[in-house]
């Protein structure tokens, strides 16, 4: 598990940064005789991402056709190369200067607004997520008013990363489109899943995040790390459904 799944860079004057939410496809170092003159080094160095991962937050660069097909970016203030794309590469994103950004640690009862302002990627990724309407339109029909959820993460975690912001969105869409509000308490764990000892006691968090879902005080059912459908709905639905 890589600890880190967020990576930012930038130009040297700070005119343009960006920011990626996944873990690096390749490392590449080029000595192709376009990298050399671009930079003025013996070679280069490109960290290659998914492109539906990679967004610009300040700025944008200056591009130049280095050769057919092919762009590069630069800053147009200060010189700084930063990006390499291609006709035939649109799916990845190929950039320099990238480097990972330590995600926090968050130990106790939390907030999902809390989630959202101290994790870098939390926003990003429920603003991107789009659940399956009819599903969750089925979802809300489901909800008995005993039902209530917890959620074990780690603010650490990049699978927490990938599934927690999905039910951050899910909880919203079921409140404001449906009416349905679902009760849903976060508890950040350490990396042993021992602490805060008071909250994890007896709930056998063994893999973050672990979604319990309840109703009234018995347990239905839970989803631990990834859910087992393609769509984290589609787990849920199946807790949710359950007499």
Not at 20 to 49: K, Q
Not at 68 to 92: H, I, K, W
Not at 190 to 210: H, N, Y
């Amino acid at each position: 598990m890589q600890p880190s799944t967020i990576h930012e860079g930038g130009c040297l004057c700070g005119a343009i940064r960006y920011r990626v939410t996944s873990a690096p496809t390749a490392l590449v170092v080029c000595h192709c005789r376009s990298c050399r003159l671009s930079s003025g080094a013996p070679s280069l160095a490109w960290a290659i991402f998914r492109a539906a991962d990679f967004a610009f937050t300040r700025g944008a660069p200056a591009m130049f056709a280095s050769s057919p097909g092919v762009e590069r970016g630069f800053c147009s203030r200060c010189g700084t190369t930063l990006t390499y794309s291609g006709s035939d590469r649109t799916n990845v994103a190929d950039v320099t200067k990238a480097q990972a950004v330590p995600l926090p640690t968050e130990i106790g009862a939390t907030t999902a607004e809390r989630l959202l302002a101290i994790v870098p990627g939390y926003s990003e990724r429920k603003s991107d997520y789009q659940p399956d309407v009819s599903e969750l339109e089925f979802m809300a029909s489901s909800i008995k008013p005993e039902d209530r959820m917890e959620v074990y993460l780690g603010t650490w975690c990049p699978d927490s990363l990938r599934e927690v912001p999905k039910l951050l969105k899910i909880v919203d869409v079921l409140r404001d489109r449906f009416g349905k509000p679902l009760p849903v308490s976060y508890v950040g764990v350490d990396r042993s899943k021992q602490k805060p000892p008071a909250l994890v006691a007896g709930k056998s968090i063994e893999k973050v995040a672990t979604f319990i879902y309840y109703r009234g005080d018995d347990e239905v059912g839970r989803i631990v790390e990834r859910p087992t459908s393609p769509l984290f709905e589609d787990d849920l639905l199946a807790l949710f459904a359950k007499r």
